[in-house]
């Protein structure tokens, strides 16, 4: 269970598992209680070719003996093939299709966003029957882990489980602030952005594209430098072929590391969020964003199910959970909070990390400006009622990278963290009461982890749905509504 220790930094000699060794080679879909789909190879009953047919449930394959938990299926591989996106998306893409894609980039920086976002709906249509991942925000991967984290625990008779908490210093979640640059509006749009983000308290991260879409001054890099901000590599030339093939991809990725190592960059973030995981090995940056949770709004589909960072190898991934600001304005038609608050509430409750992505590009407008401001005064009010850590992605880079190195001994009849950076992380426990489990932080002067003033608490059935204490439900945008209908079930929204 290499990714459920990650994941909670658990002690190793509590994660009691054993897994199915001639499991068919098959791969296919099945499902993991009734909220969780998985891909993979199981041994409990055949698997789906795809996600709309009926869908077997593994958990009649699981047995506990012995103190341990014996599962039908690979574990690892199943996160892995959520996170690292081995799931079939869709069928192959036609090829006039893919031509008219390749034609449409070569002009793009010639038509206005109201052309832009009629060729974009037509390319997109379909986008809210896509039954998996779920959207608006899709958690997956961390339903899985706390049903096999249920499970072992029933297995050793354990009705806590200790682990490292996910943030420094108890911090209930975690939001950063990214900004793509795309253009030369954007460019010039910076130096306002960055007194808008100030304005609230907040420290962003600005991408920028090294090579013809606008000068990149030193002047203008040292600028957001001084004042406080990031600098991280967004693509090359931002031409939507950086994924075209491999041999490309390496071509180039040998220019965009330069560019890196130029700027200061510890970050990376692909053009259009186009992706191959496969590929990251040779990105030489500390952390990459160009993973969505749910890519039902992008060109290319899929995600990564969880609102956690996670590891592809040495680089680490800080998915991008939330709507684009282009997304919501110019293909939803939306000018309110309502669907980044339903987003930011569910990533909430899972205690994960809120990624807002808003170009300079897109906001320089009256209404829009109003807009992403309102999205700032929600954050600066959540950090200062709901313990959000509102960080730059370096800082949560560091932090992550931190926390996987720390561990869990035995003091006593207790507990306690080692390592470097011991002193910010939070000692927390994972409680089993019947089937559900819930959070608990040690410590004097902290509330309990799950309820931060009236935030509701998550509990995790080992063998059914997520359950959320019942509070206010907002009113969502009709676009949204329509979206989710069918693959994404919540009992309650809050705020």
Not at 5 to 18: D, K
Not at 216 to 222: D, G, P, Q
Request: charged share 25%.
């Amino acid at each position: 269970m290499r990714r459920l220790i990650e994941h909670f930094r658990l002690p190793e000699s509590l994660a009691q598992f054993t897994c199915e060794e001639n499991a068919p080679l098959r791969q296919g879909f099945f499902k993991f209680g009734d909220d969780a789909i998985c891909f993979g190879q199981c041994s409990s009953g055949r698997v789906a070719a795809s996600v709309a047919d009926s869908l077997p449930d593994a958990r009649a394959g699981v047995r506990l003996d012995g103190g341990r938990c014996h599962l039908p299926f690979n574990p690892d591989q199943i996160v892995d093939n959520l996170l690292l996106e081995r799931y079939p998306v869709r069928a192959a893409e036609p090829h006039l299709l893919a031509l008219l894609r390749s034609m449409y980039y070569t002009v793009r920086p010639l038509l206005p966003v109201s052309v832009r976002s009629h060729l974009q709906r037509f390319y997109l249509s379909g986008w809210e029957k896509i039954p998996f991942p779920s959207w608006p925000v899709d958690c997956t991967v961390e339903r899985f882990l706390e049903r096999c984290l249920a499970l072992t625990m029933k297995a050793q008779n354990l009705s806590a489980m200790p682990f490292i908490w996910f943030w420094p210093r108890g911090y209930d979640s975690c939001a950063m602030v990214t900004h793509d640059v795309e253009a030369h509006a954007g460019r010039d749009f910076c130096s306002t952005l960055m007194d808008l983000d100030d304005s609230c308290g907040v420290k962003s991260a600005f991408q920028v594209i090294p090579e013809q879409r606008y000068a990149i001054s030193e002047a203008f890099l040292a600028e957001i430098r001084d004042r406080g901000f990031e600098i991280n590599v967004h693509d090359l030339n931002h031409d939507g072929k950086l994924f075209l093939n491999e041999r490309q991809f390496m071509k180039r990725v040998v220019h965009i590391n330069r560019y890196g190592k130029q700027f200061g960059s510890a970050g990376f973030r692909a053009g259009v969020m186009y992706r191959n995981q496969r590929w990251a090995h040779a990105l030489n940056f500390e952390y990459d964003m160009s993973v969505p949770n749910a890519a039902h709004l992008e060109p290319q589909r899929g995600g990564c199910c969880t609102v956690f960072p996670y590891f592809i190898d040495k680089l680490l991934e800080l998915p991008l959970t939330t709507t684009q600001d282009y997304a919501l304005f110019h293909f939803l038609g939306e000018y309110s909070q309502k669907l980044w608050h339903w987003q930011i509430d569910m990533i909430r409750q899972r205690h994960g990390l809120i990624t807002v992505l808003a170009h300079p590009d897109y906001i320089t407008g009256q209404r829009e400006t109003e807009v992403y401001l309102e999205l700032l005064r929600y954050l600066d009010l959540l950090r200062a009622e709901k313990r959000l850590w509102i960080a730059k992605p370096r800082e949560v880079n560091d932090w992550w990278r931190l926390r996987s190195q720390l561990r869990l001994v035995r003091d006593g009849s207790g507990w306690r963290i080692e390592g470097a950076g011991c002193e910010r992380a939070q000692l927390a426990y994972a409680q089993l009461d019947g089937d559900l489990i819930t959070y608990r932080a040690e410590g004097a002067g902290l509330p309990p982890v799950e309820r931060m003033a009236d935030h509701a608490a998550v509990v995790v059935a080992a063998g059914g749905g997520e359950v959320c204490a019942p509070h206010r439900s907002p009113s969502v945008p009709a676009s949204a509504r329509r979206g989710a209908e069918g693959t994404s079930q919540l009992d309650g929204k809050s705020d």
